[in-house]
């Protein structure tokens, strides 16, 4: 019989599984302290929270039978998980628990910054009755654009669809082949910016997509637009946001989360008239609290049972003798699929892994599952964990595939990961060097020998005499220090691949006069 702790409060039904189960007890205690669990989690197979406990070391010090954690939410701040992966405790948590009812919410403060419901509202009933302040546009017809197709933002475009609007859709997993399964028009960022009427953002926050809409794309929209924010704060640039609603080119907007939060009484969203905000009320229905507790509660009969699960969040245990081997190569997989998935500018479909040397004897599993979350952390974030990985991956329609071959180059291991995407291949080579650590030894089809590691820039250029020079005197001349710098060629005077290390991050207008030089075609600025 297993039995499972309840110490916060969760949604009976969402439960009930595990009460109907015959093979397990639960018992429901809350508002423990951190000394009344410790004295009673040893009986314990299974704990379930969430957010309220603070599951620490000392309480899984505490508990010899405690096999899974089990989060009722999203968010794991409550829980070490380093202390978890330690004692070999799996932590899973429910991701998808709450998609519909953010994208319902999202949907909804669409509809009311199209029909001004809630300055409606406000003003009749203060004694008002005014129909002319608050003429609406209708949602038929117009241009939705979606920053970010994952699970939420899928679910908002087939609720457009329903509606009548057109829907352009940016993710950079996003296929032509899944676009037209969902129904909607695979688009960059740019086409979103310049033609939709609608903008609602659904990705995770990462300094890919920290402010993603910012003042130079508020520039190039239609007048009229509606921004909507149901993700994160500082997706949108709050500050540029409410220029923009001043300046007239955003009509309306709708924010439920901030970059404080909070929101402070006197931030300009606060009182202004066109800017709806809600209290980060994504998840806040009655179904999406039970979901979540049905899924976490799913979870842990299938780990309890010895049964496949998909949602952990920290590492599962790896035998000693295979982790000693590998330990060393875990960052420097993580670092080229990251390396390699930033140089990428059109949708993934394929990730290879290919190991060579003495690696090819071993079980590289772990060691996969650091490249897969460098490719996917790229655009993800935190959303990407170890466990997650494989499964986000194929949730995603990127295809992992692993192979091995004795031959290494004249190294004594290599790892290698090719990116397919619908623009063409991609290829990173990297190995560990006695006494330099993590290096990357082939970019494409050119030798280097880089220290993935800080600010880079990947310059694509044709092999001149000079080229060097100018570049360096460019950067000189902007402030921005050169620390080291590689140049790998295939021949003299042909294409070839130029990669400084940089003391700080080279803003915008210093990349365009870099591409702008003779014989330079592409600069690409990529931190690791």
């Given at each position: 019989?297993?039995?499972?702790?309840?110490?916060?409060?969760?949604?009976?039904?969402?439960?009930?599984?595990?009460?109907?189960?015959?093979?397990?007890?639960?018992?429901?205690?809350?508002?423990?302290?951190?000394?009344?669990?410790?004295?009673?989690?040893?009986?314990?197979?299974?704990?379930?929270?969430?957010?309220?406990?603070?599951?620490?070391?000392?309480?899984?010090?505490?508990?010899?039978?405690?096999?899974?954690?089990?989060?009722?939410?999203?968010?794991?701040?409550?829980?070490?998980?380093?202390?978890?992966?330690?004692?070999?405790?799996?932590?899973?948590?429910?991701?998808?628990?709450?998609?519909?009812?953010?994208?319902?919410?999202?949907?909804?403060?669409?509809?009311?910054?199209?029909?001004?419901?809630?300055?409606?509202?406000?003003?009749?009933?203060?004694?008002?009755?005014?129909?002319?302040?608050?003429?609406?546009?209708?949602?038929?017809?117009?241009?939705?654009?979606?920053?970010?197709?994952?699970?939420?933002?899928?679910?908002?475009?087939?609720?457009?669809?329903?509606?009548?609007?057109?829907?352009?859709?940016?993710?950079?997993?996003?296929?032509?082949?899944?676009?037209?399964?969902?129904?909607?028009?695979?688009?960059?960022?740019?086409?979103?910016?310049?033609?939709?009427?609608?903008?609602?953002?659904?990705t995770p926050l990462t300094n890919d997509t920290r402010n993603i809409l910012d003042r130079e794309q508020f520039a190039k929209m239609k007048r009229g637009v509606r921004i909507i924010n149901c993700?994160?704060?500082?997706?949108?640039?709050?500050?540029?946001?409410?220029?923009?609603?001043?300046?007239?080119?955003?009509?309306?907007?709708?924010?439920?989360?901030?970059?404080?939060?909070?929101?402070?009484?006197?931030?300009?969203?606060?009182?202004?008239?066109?800017?709806?905000?809600?209290?980060?009320?994504?998840?806040?229905?009655?179904?999406?609290?039970?979901?979540?507790?049905?899924?976490?509660?799913?979870?842990?009969?299938?780990?309890?049972?010895?049964?496949?699960?998909?949602?952990?969040?920290?590492?599962?245990?790896?035998?000693?003798?295979?982790?000693?081997?590998?330990?060393?190569?875990?960052?420097?997989?993580?670092?080229?699929?990251?390396?390699?998935?930033?140089?990428?500018?059109?949708?993934?479909?394929?990730?290879?892994?290919?190991?060579?040397?003495?690696?090819?004897?071993?079980?590289?599993?772990?060691?996969?599952?650091?490249?897969?979350?460098?490719?996917?952390?790229?655009?993800?974030?935190?959303?990407?964990?170890?466990?997650?990985?494989?499964?986000?991956?194929?949730?995603?329609?990127?295809?992992?595939?692993?192979?091995?071959?004795?031959?290494?180059?004249?190294?004594?291991?290599?790892?290698?990961?090719?990116?397919?995407?619908?623009?063409?291949?991609?290829?990173?080579?990297?190995?560990?060097?006695?006494?330099?650590?993590?290096?990357?030894?082939?970019?494409?089809?050119?030798?280097?020998?880089?220290?993935?590691?800080?600010?880079?820039?990947?310059?694509?250029?044709?092999?001149?005499?000079?080229?060097?020079?100018?570049?360096?005197?460019?950067?000189?001349?902007?402030?921005?220090n050169i620390a080291s710098m590689q140049v790998g060629r295939k021949d003299v005077g042909g294409r070839a691949i130029m990669v400084l290390t940089v003391d700080k991050h080279a803003d915008k207008?210093?990349?365009?006069?870099?591409?702008?030089?003779?014989?330079?075609?592409?600069?690409?600025?990529?931190?690791?």
């Amino acid at each position: 019989m297993f039995k499972v702790l309840v110490s916060d409060p969760i949604s009976d039904l969402g439960i009930q599984q595990l009460h109907d189960a015959t093979d397990v007890q639960v018992d429901k205690k809350t508002g423990l302290s951190e000394d009344e669990l410790v004295a009673i989690i040893g009986e314990y197979d299974a704990l379930l929270v969430r957010s309220q406990t603070k599951v620490t070391e000392k309480i899984m010090a505490a508990a010899p039978r405690l096999k899974v954690i089990g989060r009722a939410g999203v968010g794991v701040d409550n829980i070490n998980l380093e202390a978890a992966t330690q004692k070999g405790i799996v932590v899973v948590n429910a991701p998808d628990g709450n998609t519909i009812a953010t994208a319902e919410l999202s949907f909804a403060m669409m509809m009311a910054t199209a029909r001004m419901i809630p300055q409606a509202y406000k003003k009749t009933t203060g004694g008002v009755w005014d129909r002319k302040t608050f003429v609406g546009v209708e949602l038929r017809g117009k241009t939705l654009g979606i920053i970010g197709m994952g699970r939420i933002g899928s679910e908002v475009a087939k609720r457009a669809k329903a509606f009548g609007m057109s829907v352009l859709g940016y993710d950079p997993y996003l296929t032509e082949e899944r676009a037209e399964k969902l129904g909607v028009t695979a688009a960059t960022v740019e086409d979103i910016v310049e033609q939709a009427d609608f903008i609602t953002v659904h990705t995770p926050l990462t300094n890919d997509t920290r402010n993603i809409l910012d003042r130079e794309q508020f520039a190039k929209m239609k007048r009229g637009v509606r921004i909507i924010n149901c993700a994160r704060g500082g997706i949108v640039n709050e500050e540029a946001l409410v220029a923009a609603v001043e300046e007239g080119i955003v009509a309306g907007a709708a924010f439920d989360v901030f970059t404080q939060e909070p929101l402070p009484a006197d931030h300009p969203f606060a009182k202004h008239p066109n800017i709806i905000v809600t209290p980060h009320l994504g998840a806040s229905t009655v179904e999406a609290q039970e979901n979540v507790a049905i899924d976490v509660s799913e979870e842990v009969l299938n780990i309890l049972r010895d049964q496949p699960y998909k949602n952990a969040v920290n590492m599962p245990p790896v035998p000693a003798v295979v982790l000693n081997k590998l330990q060393p190569f875990f960052k420097l997989g993580e670092k080229l699929g990251l390396f390699v998935a930033r140089m990428a500018e059109a949708p993934v479909t394929d990730v290879v892994v290919t190991y060579s040397g003495e690696l090819m004897e071993l079980d590289t599993n772990p060691l996969t599952r650091y490249v897969v979350k460098g490719v996917l952390t790229a655009h993800l974030g935190n959303e990407v964990n170890l466990v997650n990985a494989t499964h986000l991956a194929k949730s995603r329609g990127v295809n992992v595939l692993v192979q091995k071959t004795a031959t290494a180059d004249n190294y004594k291991n290599l790892v290698t990961v090719t990116l397919k995407t619908k623009a063409g291949e991609l290829t990173l080579a990297g190995t560990l060097l006695a006494g330099y650590g993590e290096r990357i030894v082939k970019v494409n089809d050119y030798p280097v020998d880089i220290a993935p590691e800080g600010t880079l820039l990947l310059i694509s250029h044709t092999d001149k005499p000079g080229l060097i020079g100018k570049v360096g005197t460019l950067l000189g001349t902007r402030d921005v220090n050169i620390a080291s710098m590689q140049v790998g060629r295939k021949d003299v005077g042909g294409r070839a691949i130029m990669v400084l290390t940089v003391d700080k991050h080279a803003d915008k207008p210093v990349l365009d006069e870099l591409e702008k030089l003779d014989d330079i075609d592409k600069v690409k600025e990529l931190t690791l």
